[in-house]
């Protein structure tokens, strides 16, 4: 899997979800005929004819297909190493910009400051067009991005680890973060960039199995990270500090239906745990300290009433 030198690859890894990405892909048709840029799509080994429709109506996009499922967080990984480009922009198969100028706004904010390592994006999560695209937002230093729409400097991403597979799902970004403040970059949100997640967080917290499945892997990601790279001190009390915080919802606001998640992302830290020291490196206390100055992520972007 080699791909020819770009500066700008758009990287899209997929699974079972064909109609969403065929509808992504042509959002970014005019970006395509652009001989600055390329487009990989990594199937994860989906079963819905999503490969061959690639195939048929993208012959430009450079299909990567693994016959079996091997993960998500493997196939952004071998996206990231792999694709041969100055800037590597990571969408979600249901994502797709609602801003102009998107290229242009990526590589002024790069050019401009050359200790960032990642742009955020400002982030819509609807499956309806938002009412208004105007925001108050001012471009910031924060402490994490949103997987489904952020840009990689190629060369930032080289100076730290791949993600950790064994997350499976959730929390890579925070890791990354961390992992990039330590080599001596930072993570800037572009509100003038925005993408439309077109992603229904209501009927994903009605959903059992899903919403079991997401609030463990999004527990479990973040105690990870506290003792993988946070000061053991510090790993200790924000584990504790989040801990108390689930078993307050559990026991004084009786919210029942995050026993399941809550014991199995216990379960889960115990069980990672010699993988967990193997491959701790934490950052200095004073580092950390200046870390945790950083403004928040920005996940969840709302028209302005």
């Known amino acids: 899997m080699e791909s020819s030198t770009a500066t700008f690859a ?18 970014l048709a005019p970006y395509l005929a652009n001989p600055a840029v390329h487009c990989v799509v990594f199937d994860d080994g989906s079963t819905d004819g999503t490969s061959q429709a690639i195939q048929d109506h993208f012959p430009a996009v450079e299909l990567w297909r693994n016959d079996h499922s ?31 100028q998107v ?25 309806q067009l938002p009412k208004s695209m105007v925001s108050s937002d001012v471009p910031q230093a924060v402490n ?23 997350f499976q799902f959730y ?19 572009v509100p003038q960039i ?17 919403f079991n499945f997401r609030y463990r892997y999004s527990l479990r990601a973040g105690w990870y990270t506290f003792f993988l790279l946070y000061p053991l001190r510090q790993a200790i009390y924000f584990w504790i500090y989040s801990l108390a915080k689930q078993l307050q919802k559990l026991i004084w ?3 029942l239906k995050i026993v399941k998640p ?15 020291i193997q491959n701790r490196s934490p950052l200095q206390a004073p580092l950390f300290k200046q870390f945790q100055q950083l403004n928040e992520a920005k996940i969840y972007w709302n028209p302005e009433k």
């Open 194 to 210: 925005l993408v439309h997640h077109r992603a229904d967080q209501s009927k994903r917290a009605q959903n059992k199995e899903e």
């Open 10 to 27: 758009f990287l899209i890894a997929t699974k079972n979800r064909c109609q969403e990405l065929l509808y992504t892909l042509n959002s």
């Open 262 to 276: 809550l014991f199995g992302a216990l379960l889960d830290l115990f069980r990672q745990l010699p993988l967990i």
């Open 70 to 100: 091997k993960g998500y967080l493997y196939c952004r990984n071998q996206l990231l190493n792999q694709v041969d480009a100055d800037y590597l922009i990571s969408l979600d198969d249901d994502a797709h910009f609602l801003s102009d």
């Open 253 to 255: 606001k009786r919210q």
């Open 103 to 127: 290229l242009e706004l990526i590589q002024q904010n790069f050019e401009n400051q050359p200790k960032v390592g990642v742009l955020a994006f400002r982030i819509f999560w609807s499956t």
């Open 171 to 189: 929390g890579e970004e925070y890791w990354a973060t961390l992992q990039l403040y330590q080599q001596g970059y930072t993570v800037y949100y």
């Open 144 to 166: 994490s991005y949103v997987g489904c729409g952020h840009v990689w400097r190629k060369t930032a991403w080289q100076l730290i680890p791949n993600y950790p597979e064994w």
